[in-house]
């Protein structure tokens, strides 16, 4: 038997982990995994540090259960989409098992299961499953759906392959709940992002003949709308369309006036290597970092656009 399943096997009291500021694939992969364990008539709990998750990703299997405090009885810890240790949100005392697709990934974890060229971690996670006679329920086929279709921009990224429809096909007929991920993930929106995309795309600059978009969002801006984080993100995507424009730059200030940096990038230029510089990372093509030195939007952009421009 695989390794990581003979060490779940093993396991009294297991805790999957999703990232600090969950997305659909850390969601989607630990509520799939939840719901194996929960079959095997374990312990199981689920842990995210953000206290805050957006309600978008509450349709997701066992979401209500998830605890923003971790519990010390656990024996075994399996992270999910979690980049680096920092992506955790706790420090553990217990063995961990690391899954996970992002290119910066150092194999933080007692036992590691990355595959850099997977779409999604439910991606690893649909092959470990098949691949061990593992039968996957309509729960489980519905989380797995949920990371596949948000890390895959929609089935609309570059990395999108025939392989991957395949795999669409058969969770469809396991079950998958695919409207309401297709309704919640992708259709509907706030009205808080639906006022901010207004503010943003209003003061996007074009810089370096037009190949880098930069936002700059204040902590104003932010209140002004009531939006949260996750509202600036599909401004930056859209950017990334317009004519000429290779890469995109989001620069979010934060209430502690922190800056969240965030990139997306065509194949020009790697983000995820300007993202690690910042001690940040990512993917070649979408990355994101912390600035917490005290500087400011228009600092930042300067300092960034700089390291940007000399790629392109
Ligand atoms: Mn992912």
Not at 215 to 238: I, P, Q
Not at 269 to 280: E, H, R, T
């Amino acid at each position: 038997m695989n390794e990581i399943l003979q060490r779940i096997e093993q396991a009294k009291h297991i805790v999957v982990i999703s990232h600090v500021n969950p997305d659909a694939d850390s969601l989607g992969s630990a509520s799939a995994l939840y719901t194996h364990i929960l079959r095997l008539h374990k312990k199981v709990s689920w842990f995210c540090a953000t206290k805050n998750i957006n309600q978008k990703f509450l349709f997701l299997p066992w979401s209500e259960n998830i605890k923003d405090s971790f519990t010390s009885s656990a024996d075994l810890g399996i992270s999910l989409d979690c980049g680096n240790s920092d992506r955790l949100g706790v420090t553990l005392s217990c063995d961990l098992i690391n899954i996970d697709h992002h290119a910066s990934n150092d194999g933080f974890g007692k036992y590691n299961l990355v595959d850099v060229d997977a779409i999604s971690t439910t991606e690893i996670l649909y092959k470990l499953f098949t691949s061990n006679n593992i039968k996957i329920n309509p729960k489980m086929a519905t989380a797995i759906y949920a990371g596949l279709l948000d890390d895959s921009g929609g089935f609309l990224d570059t990395n999108v392959n025939g392989t991957l429809f395949a795999t669409v096909q058969n969770l469809i007929e396991m079950g998958a709940d695919y409207k309401s991920c297709n309704k919640y993930l992708i259709k509907q929106q706030t009205l808080a992002s639906f006022r901010l995309k207004a503010i943003m795309h209003k003061n996007m600059q074009l810089f370096c003949s037009g190949e880098v978009a930069v936002f700059c969002v204040s902590n104003e801006d932010m209140k002004l709308c009531g939006a949260v984080g996750s509202d600036c993100e599909s401004s930056l995507e859209e950017a990334l369309w317009l004519p000429n424009v290779e890469v995109s730059l989001l620069l979010k200030q934060n209430s502690d006036l922190s800056i969240k940096g965030s990139l997306r990038s065509h194949s020009k230029v790697d983000v995820n290597k300007i993202a690690s510089l910042f001690l940040g990372g990512g993917h070649s093509s979408r990355a994101g970092f912390m600035l917490k030195d005290g500087t400011t939007l228009e600092g930042a952009k300067e300092k960034i656009l700089k390291l940007i421009c000399k790629e392109l």
